[in-house]
């Protein structure tokens, strides 16, 4: 499991003080899980008891910075789950835009549109947990909430006004520790972008599953992968932590996995997540107010992440 965070809790703590007031109570730690397009960061929340993937707009599961990085620290402290870092459940009304600069570092260094890019903005910026850039204005944009303004194969530029967004506290030198007020400067990189295109979500298998046969012939594809010795590992061995995971963040990669396998199928996957190693007799407990289990809300969740749709 990994001994550090990916995140700077002081300087988070440090910054958030000093943040608008509507984001004081908007804060979830969160999990890596693998997912089609790279790593997810999955915001986590207790439940019944243990830490899981959930809807990052539910305000129920909000919590303060301190609170959202204490639950950090304790949780890689006890070597319970690998909560990784902590990020913030932004929505249209707190008024606070973040613009995500995928791809911003190339083999270590900013890039020059990007650096321009920060420059024109002047918010709040810091490097992101992997190797991108986001930058935090206070403002509004028109339309989706959530706006690709460019998407290539190694750099992207996305408008998030309704997102999880993660925070490192890895500030970039000369950006102010604040988040100012930014509407004229999102306005007019709004008008730049021009004929700006809608965030779409992640494509959901709609025909058959992408392994066709029994719940034997899922299996033997995912053995067979080239993530095999991992999923062998936790399907078949139960063996978490030897793969430097905690509980929690086991079933959600062991659930990711099979969703991909069942292609979106989430009865089957929780039949077969029920008959894997991981499964221990809280699974099957209600977790939830519409009394649903900790398998079937987790199932649920780590689908509504992925960009699955109910089926």
Request: proline content about 6%; charged content about 20%.
């Amino acid at each position: 499991m990994p001994s550090t965070l990916a995140c700077d809790p002081k300087a988070i703590m440090a910054l958030a003080s000093g943040w608008p007031g509507g984001l004081r109570r908007r804060w979830l730690p969160w999990i890596a899980i693998p997912r089609r397009n790279g790593v997810g960061k999955a915001p986590c929340a207790r439940v019944a008891g243990c830490w899981q993937v959930v809807d990052a707009f539910q305000a129920g599961h909000w919590l303060t910075a301190d609170e959202a990085l204490a639950a950090c620290v304790e949780a890689q402290r006890a070597r319970r789950t690998s909560l990784a870092g902590v990020g913030l459940a932004l929505t249209p009304d707190v008024g606070v835009v973040c613009l995500d600069l995928d791809g911003a570092y190339q083999e270590g260094h900013l890039t020059l549109e990007a650096q321009q890019t920060i420059t024109r903005l002047g918010g709040y910026t810091e490097r992101s947990v992997t190797s991108g850039v986001h930058v935090l204005l206070q403002g509004r944009i028109p339309g989706p909430v959530r706006r690709y303004l460019r998407k290539g194969p190694h750099e992207s530029q996305e408008l998030l006004a309704h997102s999880f967004v993660t925070v490192s506290g890895r500030r970039l030198d000369g950006s102010p520790r604040c988040i100012p007020c930014g509407q004229a400067v999102l306005d007019d990189l709004v008008r730049r972008a021009g004929s700006l295109r809608t965030h779409q979500p992640l494509p959901s298998p709609s025909g058959p599953s992408p392994v066709d046969g029994p719940d034997t012939a899922i299996l033997e594809a995912a053995r067979r992968s080239r993530g095999g010795h991992r999923f062998m590992a936790l399907y078949d061995e139960g063996a978490w932590s030897e793969q430097g995971l905690g509980r929690s963040e086991a079933d959600a990669s062991l659930i990711a996995a099979l969703l991909h396998f069942t292609g979106g199928d989430r009865t089957r996957t929780l039949r077969l997540f029920r008959a894997s190693a991981l499964y221990r007799a809280k699974t099957d407990r209600k977790a939830s107010s519409d009394s649903r289990t900790y398998a079937e809300l987790s199932v649920d969740n780590v689908a509504k992440f992925l960009g699955y749709a109910h089926r």
